[in-house]
């Protein structure tokens, strides 16, 4: 099992950039896909980008395109979410989230097994 601890969330303005931080322990933490999800109240839970286990192919939600950028860094066992033009739309919190089984990368949420506890990121208008 992965241990993840999310951090870098907060207030900005729209417009603004924000970088996430997905900080893994483990041994299977270079092993696994990283994705990360955002949830805001009243909705369901909705995927923002994933990286494969080696950090060479992401994947982006239509939201996420052309605005984030995910990464990883196996040597520090942290994977980034950059997050740029932020809109007042990007506001929730933000969960990493990782998975074993599928080491290349998916964008289901059912397919990770292993959660941080989120990260809030408001974005101001």
């Known amino acids: 099992q992965v241990r993840l601890v999310e951090s870098g969330g907060g207030l900005v303005q729209a417009g603004g950039s924000l970088r996430l931080s997905c900080a893994g322990s483990?041994?299977?933490?270079?092993?696994?896909?990283v994705g990360w999800f955002r949830q805001t109240p009243g909705k369901e839970r909705e995927f923002v980008a994933a990286?494969?286990?080696?950090?060479?192919?992401?994947y982006y939600a239509d939201i996420a395109t052309g605005r984030f950028t995910i990464s990883r860094d196996n040597d520090k066992n942290t994977v980034y979410l950059q997050m740029n033009s932020l809109k007042p739309e990007d506001t929730a919190v933000y969960y990493c989230?990782?998975?074993?089984?599928?080491?290349?990368?998916?964008?289901?949420?059912?397919?990770?097994?292993?959660w941080g506890q989120g990260t809030r990121v408001t974005v101001s208008s």
């Open positions: 989230a990782a998975t074993s089984t599928h080491p290349y990368g998916t964008s289901l949420e059912k397919d990770f097994t292993s």
């Open positions: 483990g041994r299977t933490f270079s092993s696994a896909a």
């Open positions: 990286i494969s286990f080696h950090g060479i192919t992401p």
